[in-house]
């Protein structure tokens, strides 16, 4: 589905933070894989960290990354009004999410892996630890509003900011997703720029999941059609070196929503 990165809902506030999140992700790892010149592993962590173990091995440079993401994705951003914060703000939500989700790995040294002593190093998290983390921020999400408090002294220095649009809630964390305005409706189509609905998508009709046709149709049914598929089968390998197969067809069954 399209998403329209000018719209100010849920959906985009993912979209800038998930990507965001990638570019941290992919500069801190090529560092310490010595693919990038100007930067290294994050030697800092150095000496003694514990009782039996201390800091060695190559730590993922993850404040590079973060540097790095701050000039590259950030410098898109142009203005000071409400959708130029917050995509700011998700942008260093992502961030923040691969700095905060790094874990500490260690190697055991001694005798017959007595593991008398370990040397410990921090890693990046899975890219999929951070989509799900980013995932459950996005259902959380926080919608806000301009704040720009300029009647005194003290407000003027704060500037320009996000605050809740319920006064109840509390200010957004800097891990938080924000939005400011409903998500389209994503069941139909709404133009060349908005969503292309799910009119003609195909839907697994036994799922009561979100690939499942009850709920992908929005309601609307779908339909059934058969086609028959030819594909490469029972390969064989031969020495040396190619490889024959041979071309099954079967027939398949898909679902269209309407």
């Avoid at 370990?118 to 919608?143: E, I, N, Q, Y």
């Avoid at 005194?152 to 006064?167: I, K, M, W, Y």
């Avoid at 009119?199 to 149709?217: F, K, Q």
Wanted: charged fraction near 20%; proline fraction near 5%.
């Amino acid at each position: 589905m399209r998403t329209n990165l000018a719209a100010g809902c849920r959906e985009t506030a993912f979209i800038f933070a998930i990507t965001s999140a990638g570019v941290t992700h992919s500069v801190a790892r090529s560092c310490s894989e010595g693919s990038i010149e100007s930067c290294t592993c994050d030697y800092r962590r150095r000496g003694p960290g514990g009782p039996d173990w201390h800091w060695g091995g190559c730590s993922d440079n993850v404040d590079f990354g973060r540097v790095f993401g701050r000039e590259f994705v950030d410098s898109n951003e142009k203005g000071r009004d409400l959708r130029f914060l917050m995509n700011l703000h998700n942008n260093e939500a992502g961030r923040m999410t691969v700095f905060s989700e790094m874990r500490q790995e260690c190697k055991c040294h001694g005798m017959s892996g007595s593991c008398t002593v370990k040397t410990c190093w921090m890693r990046l998290p899975t890219f999929r630890t951070v989509g799900d983390f980013l995932k459950d921020r996005f259902d959380g999400a926080s919608r806000v509003i301009y704040g720009n408090k300029g009647s005194n002294r003290a407000s003027r220095v704060e500037g320009p900011h996000l605050e809740p649009e319920n006064p109840a809630h509390k200010p957004p964390s800097p891990h938080d997703l924000v939005y400011f305005e409903k998500s389209p409706n994503f069941c139909t189509y709404s133009g060349k720029t908005g969503p292309a609905g799910t009119a003609g998508r195909l839907c697994n009709s036994s799922s009561p999941a979100l690939g499942g046709c009850e709920l992908l149709c929005c309601g609307r049914g779908y339909r059934t059609r058969s086609q028959r598929v030819t594909e490469r089968c029972n390969c064989t390998f031969h020495w040396c070196c190619h490889v024959s197969c041979l071309n099954c067809t079967n027939t398949q069954v898909l679902h269209e929503c309407l």
